[in-house]
């Protein structure tokens, strides 16, 4: 894309039912990396995320605990969801609930307008429901068991819990008006959905034909009001779809100039959701006559011992659990270079360990302070000028410039993993690059002094075209080595440095004073709460 134009991107809206695991912060981490690489691009960014706290499961759960559904999300946005951002670095632009009163106006205006233009009738819904899904479900959707606490009933497949029945009076959306509009849409926009797997079984799913939903409840009240029938609160998915338009100004006269702005976004969610975004949520969009999104990504799963990890099935990982030990950017990096975006992923302490050491530690850590301590010890911490570039020197010149473009192309197909492995080639080619150079054996005779300047300025060169391109993946990391490379002083702010032109070469000036810099990802302890957890 061109630099300034507009990239909204969001997360799902986490459920407050529970505390976050790393599935969640897994979501969160992927879309912060695109946030902040088109951020620094100079893409016109916003990154929202937050909470969905209406519907049966919250109030549930509040009752269970003796309070108010209110109560109940206001501790765990507080206690949990907001502290999570921090945990893994997440620069999100806003945080928005779906009690916030921005929120609950906007919902109440995009319902009462569909109702005004017969999108909506009323009848009878009788069929199941997991409330741990907040779904309607079809037989399709659910199983038997014959041994067990449940034997004999129907379990919904994902949760394997009971699903009830329902028979009420509800408020239908016409959603099977849209089968075909939908079916076109992703016949001429063939990313909207992604990856192609996800993409295929939401057109299989059209296919098969489209059922009206029932987008009301009145069996209970917690949520937002059906505006012309106030017995009803409105059905917790078409409530909470709609943050993503609320958040950036829908149905608030006098932010239409933002809304106009941001909208569309790239909604990044986990594909066992895709269907609500990718099926209902452009329905309603095209129902109101508003754009649909640019682009639906449903990734994969982080499984433990092969299945979907889950803090119901009790398998699910804190995500502080991980970065106590080996810090956020580790938490960042791992998800995202080890499990290809879109498929799903196992989850082990050993491969954890394993990449942080081989990759991190040894792989970038040491090349940067290798590369800071020669400079300072041979040039007294001065950046050297580069003489004449012999054909070792332009072959790094070209990895740079490779790595950041083929990184840029990957970020904008969300492959982040294949731009993490682009940039890496910068890594392994510099640490190639020194063991032959071998900069130490140069230092020692005067006669090359101009080549080991020439070297090590290459190196310090490269680390600087690092430092941006890994910015949005390793914000901490970076920023330490960025003031550590002089770079601070000498080009300004890393946040600043403009992403997409990070692979021109010569942009360090000679003569930065670097400054001392300890291991970028240190040593972890065998004996620390890792090791316990590979136990
Ligand atoms: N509240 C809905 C989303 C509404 S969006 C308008 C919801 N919330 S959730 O808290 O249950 O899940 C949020 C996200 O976390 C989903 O994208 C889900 O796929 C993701 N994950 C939950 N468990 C996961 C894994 N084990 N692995 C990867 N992502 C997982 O659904």
Known sequence: MASGDSFYVTTPIFYVNDVPHIGHAY??????????????????????????????????????????????????????????????????????????????????????????????????YEGYYCVGC?????????????????????????????????????????????QQQLLDLYASQPDFVQPESVRNEIIQFVKQGLEDLSISRSTFDWGVQVPWDPSHVIYVWFDALLNYVTAVGYGDPERRDEFRRRWPATHI????????????????????????????????????????????KLTGIAPQQITDVFGSDAFRYYFLRAIPFGNDGSFSWEDLSARYQAELANGFGNLASRVVAMVTRYFDGSVPAPGEYLDADLAIQRTVATAASTADAAIERLAIHEA????????????????????????????????????????????????????????????????ALGAESALGDLAAQPL???????????????????????RIEESGPAAAGAA
């Open 27 to 124: 979501t969160e981490v992927a879309a912060d990396v695109l946030a902040r690489w088109h951020r620094q691009a100079g893409d016109d960014t916003w990154l929202l995320t937050g909470t969905d706290e209406h519907g049966q499961k919250i109030l549930r759960t509040a009752t269970a605990n003796g309070v108010t559904p209110k109560e109940w999300a206001d501790r765990l946005v507080e206690s949990a969801w907001k502290p999570l951002l921090e945990t893994v670095d997440i620069a999100n632009d806003d945080f928005i609930r779906t009690t916030d009163a921005r929120h609950e106006t906007g919902v109440a205006a995009f319902i009462a307008q569909l109702h005004n233009d017969g999108h909506i009738y009323e009848g009878e």
């Open 134 to 178: 907040e779904e309607y479900k079809q037989l399709d959707d659910l199983m038997e068991t014959e041994s067990g606490d449940y034997a004999g009933r129907l379990l919904c497949k994902i949760h394997a819990l009971p699903v009830e029945v329902l028979k009420e009076k509800n408020y239908f959306f016409r959603m099977s008006d849209f």
């Open 269 to 312: 969610v986990g594909k066992d959701i895709a269907r609500f975004h990718a099926v209902i949520w452009p329905a309603m969009l095209m129902a109101a006559g508003l754009p649909v999104p640019h682009r639906v990504f449903g990734h994969g799963w982080l499984l433990v011992g092969g299945e979907k990890m889950s803090k119901s």
């Open 420 to 483: 993490i492995a682009a940039v890496w080639t910068i890594v392994d080619e510099l640490n190639g690059y020194l063991t032959e150079q071998a900069p130490w054996v140069l230092a020692k005779d005067p006669t090359t002094a101009a080549r080991l300047g020439t070297v090590l300025y290459t190196a310090s060169e490269g680390l600087r075209a690092l430092a941006v391109l890994l910015s949005p993946v390793l914000p901490k990391a970076t920023a330490t080595l960025w003031s």
């Open 500 to 522: 997409r032109a990070a692979g021109e070469w010569g942009q360090l000036p000679s003569g930065s004073r670097v400054s001392a810099l300890a291991g970028l990802f240190p």
